[in-house]
């Protein structure tokens, strides 16, 4: 029990020294020892620190583990959060695929225990999954349903955020009507939360499709008094 103590402390110590080989070295000479709700954390840590260092494949053998011994002991809801770290980690490596697997997943499983604010977060996430891989169809619809389940959850930072990706999905398939309220909407809601970095986000990619929306108009006044002129 000692060895095992000092390993997980001296372990946690190296992560927060961002020693990362060592912290890997010393929580693998941990799990051994350790019972199995102590096994599910080590490997979650291990995923954490392999997802860190761009080790995807060995972060995802690490949590595979964790959820393993999870469904062993019927702790669905370490389960849950286990998918949501995991689908995170792949997320921000880029393995999409892998991010999208995991949040359904995560899905699944809070079917057997209903939470709403999960739920809410874990669908935004996969609609932006699915519109960050151009799966254009299921990105609206699953946009817009995180954008009701934030709401009916009372989540304002939810709202905003769902509000914002639904916005720039929408104005990538070319729906500027319904996107650029959806975006308004979103600034708004940021303003009054007082996050200004999401904000000034916010109003760049208002500003541009301003712009844009500008530019188009000029291109088209000119067209049309140009076909005037060679009609005369």
Known sequence: MGDF??????????????????????????????????????????????????QIKQAIVHYTSALKIA???????????????????????????????????????????????????????????????????KALSTLQKALQLQRNVGSRRGEAMALYELGIEQIDTNDIDEGLPNLKGALEIFE?????????????EIDVILTELEEEEWIEKKASKFKKLREL
């Open 71 to 137: 469904a062993e002991l019927n702790d669905i809801r370490t389960e849950v959060k286990l998918l949501q770290q995991m689908g995170t980690i792949c997320q921000e490596a880029k393995s999409y695929q892998e991010a999208i697997k995991c949040n359904e997943k995560c899905l699944e499983k809070l079917k057997e225990i209903p939470d709403l604010s999960i739920e809410a977060e874990v669908v935004r996430s996969l609609g932006s999954l699915y519109s960050i891989t151009k799966d254009h169809m």
């Open 192 to 204: 009054d939360l007082g996050m200004e970095k999401e904000k000034k986000k916010v109003q760049r």
């Open 5 to 54: 103590v000092n390993y997980l402390k001296l372990g946690q110590m190296a992560v927060s020294e961002e020693n990362y080989e060592e912290a890997i070295n010393l929580f693998n000479k941990a799990l051994p020892k350790a019972e199995k709700t102590q096994q599910i954390e080590i490997h979650k840590s291990l995923g954490e620190i392999n997802g860190k260092i761009s």
